[in-house]
């Protein structure tokens, strides 16, 4: 996993609440390894109508949002499925930071996997920001994961509350599956005393 | 001995699967048992690149259920025209046999819908925590069991560990009073439950649900409930075992063994939540109170008795909350205050995890019985042992005297990657759990409902009221 320190980059907004993860990315894009590149499928469907053209209504379609690298999003945002494919979509397209009031809890865990920092705000906050963001000369966020600051453009600084495992992962790139094996000695000696409290555990077909 | 405080089902199985806790909070949870299916490719493709052991094949099982054809199935993956579908039928038989994981597979009788298969099986049981590839892996927890959904880099993490590092949740505790009215379903109750707490209303939470609405309902029914509680926001749901549970466990073909059997069946009597045991939040569901229910719009939370109207969005306060339903109803081609009873539909679609069980396919043949479908129906049953049993007692020629097209098990027009899909425009019946814009097929539309109600909906060619059939008879 590729660390995360600070990043400055252009943020975007995006409205709407319960945004799902069939939205993000397509259950029909699934199918295809990410080596095709998994940046032309993120929010597929609201991004393009029915003939495969740009829609104007949709806020990420804005020239001015080309290289956003943080989104500002509404609450319960990637709720829906557990595919990681809607983690790596985003990815694919240069985003490493996502803001809102809520995350859909399966997908949080996939960005965590992953590199991709959310950042949970009251919904006042994200509001704000995202109004601020709209409308701003410069609508670029610099997020300082280490100092856990949000700094607009203008100077305007915000506090955010990072877990602090999130946190200690994304700083140091640290790899989870290494981390937890770690704890093999822990695990053995959980799983034998477990497995002799439930002798049903490990299944045999009749 | 020392008086224990009382407990909930919730916290009797997590903290006898903590293996270790982190300074920060957070637990390595044991995971018993892992559901895999074909789109945990990436999974696979991670513990490959890394170099790692999986480190329990006997606590893993494959399942092919969201990309089979439900069609031809005589020439296995042949059938499948599509190389990118064929493809992923071919990775999770590969994968899973190069890990020596048990398979349920194009060609086998057993193959059919993960959460379907599991509790057939009898892979479900109560207290076990139980890892799935697929988000409505919550069904499991109709049998007393903790399971959740997992991305697939979390799939690799079991894999590799037969861990997951977690924040304990919170509880919810839905307490269904009273029993469901006459004509009324488990689909209907968990539509009318995430309708009144929202689609966000269980974030961060374990639902438990309990009361005589639950206790009532049958094992397949809690599964239909528990199903959907993702679609709530809650990665698990859950409800202490019975005895119902005991014997619908009880000879199937991973259960606990003879030697096994008393002593697993005491350990599960002893899971139930004690009396007085705290939740971080109670709701309750009045179940006398709910009727025959349909969704009008995109989110599994935009739902209406269909004896009712469709909502009309000026008359909500919440601005946010206003335009979603104004986009809902953009999509869904509704008009404000429509009597939902009007709609007429193009399709209608029996299965589903929420739906394909045996129970939900005798349901919608009784209702079908004698009558012909108005629009193309299919029936897509959950999995091949309820097919055979569903052609036993003779439904399928119910089915298809009606019309209806009577398919081969899988996740089919759930979620439409099969390439069995609505096309743009289509509005279906459905029996699913989402009805997010696209998830039937880019630009249909979906009505979730239950079995009883699409299949009322297919012989009509409109929504209606299935108590209005059932009462003609
Ligand atoms: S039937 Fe639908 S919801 Fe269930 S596992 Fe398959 S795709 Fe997922």
């Known amino acids: 996993m590729e660390p995360f320190q600070t990043l400055t980059a252009v943020a975007a907004p995006l409205g709407q609440s319960n945004i799902n993860t069939d939205q993000i990315f397509p259950a029909r894009m699934i199918k295809k390894p990410r080596t095709v590149g998994y940046a032309q499928f993120t929010f597929h469907d609201l991004r393009r109508d029915d003939r495969g053209e740009l829609r104007s209504d949709f806020s990420l379609n804005q020239t001015r949002y080309d290289k956003a690298g943080v989104l500002i999003a509404g609450i319960n945002f990637g709720c829906g499925s557990s595919r990681e494919g809607a983690v790596y979509t985003l990815l694919d397209s240069g985003f490493r930071v996502l803001i809102a009031p809520s995350f859909g809890d399966i997908f949080a865990a996939n960005c965590l996997k992953n590199g991709l920092l959310t950042i949970v705000l009251p919904e006042a906050k994200v509001a704000d920001l995202r109004e601020a963001i709209s409308t701003a000369p410069d609508p670029r966020l610099t997020i300082d994961l280490e100092a856990e600051t949000i700094t607009r453009a203008s100077g305007e600084t915000l506090a955010f509350l990072p877990e602090p495992f999130q946190k200690h992962c994304l700083l140091n790139g640290l790899n989870e599956i290494d981390l937890s094996l770690a704890f093999h000695k822990e695990i053995g000696a959980f799983e034998a005393a477990h497995r002799a409290r439930l002798p049903w555990l490990a299944p045999r077909q009749r | ?473």
């Not at chain 2, 903590?18 to 299916?37: A, C, K």
């Not at chain 2, 990775?91 to 509790?119: C, K, T, Y």
């Not at chain 2, 104004?326 to 869904?332: G, I, K, P, V, W």
């Open chain 2, 1 to 473: 001995m020392v008086q224990q405080s009382a407990k909930t089902i919730f916290d009797k199985i997590w903290d006898s699967h903590v293996v270790t806790r982190r300074d920060d909070g957070e637990s390595l949870i044991y995971i018993d048992r892992l559901l895999l299916q074909e789109n945990s490719f990436h999974a696979f493709d991670k513990i490959r690149r890394e170099n790692r052991r999986v480190r329990n094949p006997g606590q893993a099982f494959a399942f092919a259920d969201h990309y089979v054809p439900t069609t031809d199935r005589t020439r296995g993956l042949d059938a499948i025209k599509d190389p990118e579908i064929r493809n992923m039928v071919e990775l999770i038989e590969s994968d899973s046999r190069a890990h020596d994981i048990a398979l349920f597979g194009l060609g086998d009788v057993r193959q059919g819908i993960l959460h379907v298969v599991g509790p057939e099986q009898g892979i479900t049981q109560p207290g076990l925590v139980i890892a799935g590839a697929d988000s409505h892996t919550s069904t499991h927890g109709a049998l007393g069991a903790y399971a959740f959904g997992i991305g697939s880099s979390e799939v690799a993490h079991v894999l590799a560990v037969q861990g997951l590092w977690r924040v304990r949740p919170k509880t919810m505790l839905i307490d269904v009073i009273d029993t469901l009215p006459p004509g009324t379903t488990a689909k209907d109750l968990i539509l009318a439950i995430i309708g009144s707490i929202g689609a966000g209303g269980a974030v961060g939470h374990v639902i438990e649900y309990a009361g005589p609405g639950i206790r009532g309902l049958s094992v397949e029914e809690r599964m239909t409930v528990c199903n959907m509680s993702i679609e709530a926001g809650a990665r698990a749901g859950l409800v202490s075992p019975d005895d119902k549970v005991f014997d619908y466990i009880k000879g199937r073909p991973y259960a606990p063994r003879e030697d096994d059997w008393d002593k697993a069946l005491a350990y599960w009597r002893a899971l139930p939540s004690d009396p007085g045991a705290a939740y971080d939040r109670r709701v309750e569901i009045t179940a006398a109170e709910v009727a025959p229910m349909v969704t009008w719009g995109t989110s599994p939370d935009q739902s209406a008795p269909v004896t009712g109207r469709v909502p009309d969005p000026t008359e909500e306060c919440d601005p946010e909350n206003r335009r979603r339903m104004e986009r809902s109803l953009a999509y869904m081609d509704l008009r404000p205050r429509q009597e939902l009873r009007s709609v007429t539909i193009n399709r209608a679609f029996i299965g589903s995890c929420t739906n394909s069980r045996i129970e939900d396919l005798r349901a919608a043949a009784a209702v079908v019985q004698g009558r012909q479908a108005r629009v193309p129906a299919m029936v897509v049953p959950g999995s091949g042992l309820i097919k055979l049993q569903a052609e036993e007692e003779g439904l399928h020629e119910i089915f298809l005297a009606a019309g209806f097209e009577w398919r081969e098990p899988g996740c089919s027009m759930c979620v439409a990657i099969n390439g069995d899909s609505l096309k743009p425009g289509e509005r279906c019946a459905s029996t699913s759990n989402r009805n997010f814009e696209g998830r039937q097929g880019r630009g249909g539309r979906t009505h979730l409902m239950s079995p009883a109600m699409a299949a009322a909906a297919a012989v009509s060619g409109h929504l209606c009221d299935v108590r209005d059939l059932l009462a003609e008879e």
